[in-house]
Each structure stands twice: as C-alpha cells, then as structure tokens.
C-alpha cells in the first residue's frame, strides 16, 4: 500500500508539472500567435507605406512635370522661394478649399474658348451690321409707305370728289331728277374704307341702293361707271349685257348718255335689246345658216340708214 501512494503521488507530481508545462506552452503559443499578427500587420503598414511612398513619388513627377510645362520652373526652385514665406496651414486649407469650390462651380476648362469667342464675336459684328441695315431699310421703308399713303389719300379724295360730281350729274341725267351720294364709311381711314351709295329717284326718299328696285339699281350702278369713265376717260370701253336689267324707258336713257359720251370714245356693247341696237353705228352678230357652221354678219347701220 505504501508503495502504491507513493508510485500516486509521483504521478500526481508529474501531472502536474506536464500541466504546468502545457500551459506555459499555450502562453507561448499565444505569444507567438500575437507576435506573428502583430508583424503581419507592421507587414501592412510597411506596404502602405511603399505604395503611399510610390503615389507621392509619382505626384511629385506630375507636379515637376506640370511646373516645367505651364510655367517652365523646376519644382525645387519652388520650394526654395516658398520657404521664404511662412504660410498658414489651416487660413490656405480655406482657401484652398474656396478656390476648389469655384473651380467645380465654373466647370471644365475649355482651352477653345478664346478661339471660339473670337468667331462669335466676327459673327455677332457681321449680324449686327445685318440689322442695322435692316432696321434702316425698314425706316425708310416705313416713310416711303407713309409718304405714299399721304399721296394716295390725297390722289384719292380728289378721284373720289371728282366722281361723286360726276355720278351726280349722271344720276339725275339717267333718272331725269332725282340725286345720289356716295358716302365713306370711315372717313379717318379713306384707303380702306367701304363706300356706301344713297340715292333719291324721283319720287322717292333719300335711301340706300339696297333698298331700291332691281332696274334702279342697275341704273345707278351704269350711273357710277359713266361717272368714273368720265373722270378718267379712255378711247376705248367695252360694256356686257349692262341694260339686261333695264326696262324700256331706262335703255332710253341708257342709249341716250352713251350716245352723248361716243364723241370723246368708242363704245362696244354686248346686248340682245333692240333698243339699243338702233342706237349703235354698226352691229355685229353671228348667225348659223348650216348646223356647225357659224358665220359673222355686220352691218353698218349709218351707212344704210343713208342708202
């Protein structure tokens, strides 16, 4: 039994100290863990480091470049001049980030700019020139029209004056009595204005054409055309199917007034009333003696009348 507890407690004994032993392992264990974390991460850093070294190597080459082109200066020429002045880190950092700020404001350089200004510019002076020279053509333009208007209102009172004398002589030949006006309904605005007529036959009150009768409006409406023939006579004057409207007093007068104008000009009358017909020097009809074969007869009635 003795030996037994003893041979035990060896063995406790040594338990104990493998114990103690595994544990000191397990720390150092640990230790070489944070130790190997702690090169892996200095490994990092040490990276970093070299490519922040390798960026602010290249930064710095970029910088030398854009120095040397832009304003043609070495970089440790700069630096030299700049220690001569003591800067202040955090009043340039504001300014700095202002001048940034702008920067972003105006947008990208546009190194055309000034060449594109200069054709703008030749464009804008060339569009200018244009449009005074048309602002000019136009005052002109503006005073021959209002010139011309003057002129032509005043050209047309008088033409207007004249035939109102005129269509009233005329109307009170072909009416034997009576009288007839010709009024403006604007008279502010005579060029554009409509021009009413009221007439008075004999016997009737002073009304508008519209309200007569077919055959007196006819007649004043023949009345109106000899009145302007009159004002401005021509050697020469056709007239169509005028006395269709007409009864046979009114041709009578109708015949009679063109007879009295035929002195100063030729008339040609296109008509089927026989009454005018008399009064005519010569007629010219078209007959058909065979079917599809129309032939022209004249006669010269002074001619036979004297035969």
Excluded at 278 to 302: F, H, N, Q, W
């Amino acid at each position: 039994i003795g030996v037994l507890e003893a041979e035990r407690q060896v063995f406790v004994s040594k338990q104990e100290a493998h114990t103690a032993k595994m544990e000191v392992l397990q720390a150092a264990e640990e230790q070489a863990r944070q130790v190997r974390h702690d090169m892996e991460a200095a490994q990092k850093k040490l990276s970093a480091i070299e490519g922040k070294r390798t960026e602010l190597r290249m930064k710095i080459e970029h910088l030398k470049d854009n120095l040397w082109t832009t304003y043609h200066a070495e970089l440790e020429t700069v630096v030299q001049e700049l220690r001569q002045f003591e800067i202040n880190i955090e009043e340039s950092k504001v300014k700095l980030d202002d001048l940034r700020q702008k920067i972003d404001q105006m947008g990208p350089i546009n190194v055309d700019a000034l060449q594109e200004y200069n054709e703008l510019k030749e464009r804008y002076d060339l569009l200018s020139a244009q449009q005074n020279d048309i602002n000019e053509s136009i005052n002109n333009l503006r005073a021959t029209i209002a010139k011309l208007d003057g002129e032509t209102r005043e050209l047309f009172s008088e033409a207007f004056n004249a035939i109102q004398e005129k269509f009233k002589e005329v109307f009170s030949l072909l009416f034997e009595g009576g009288r007839a006006e010709l009024v403006l309904l604007d008279e502010s605005n005579m060029l554009e204005s409509g021009i009413e007529i009221i007439a008075q036959p004999r016997g009737k009150k002073f009304q508008s054409i519209t309200l007569l009768s077919g055959g007196e409006r006819a007649l004043t409406a023949i009345a109106l055309l000899f009145a302007a023939f009159l004002v401005k006579p021509s050697p020469f004057c056709m007239l169509d199917e005028v006395d269709a409207p007409l009864d046979e007093a009114n041709v009578t007068r109708f015949t009679r007034l063109i007879r009295k104008m035929s002195d100063h000009s030729q008339f040609i009358t296109i008509t089927h009333n026989k009454r005018t017909m008399e009064t005519a020097d010569a007629l010219y009809g078209i007959t058909m003696e065979e079917p599809g074969c129309s032939r022209v007869v004249s006669v010269k009635l002074r001619e036979a009348v004297t035969a």
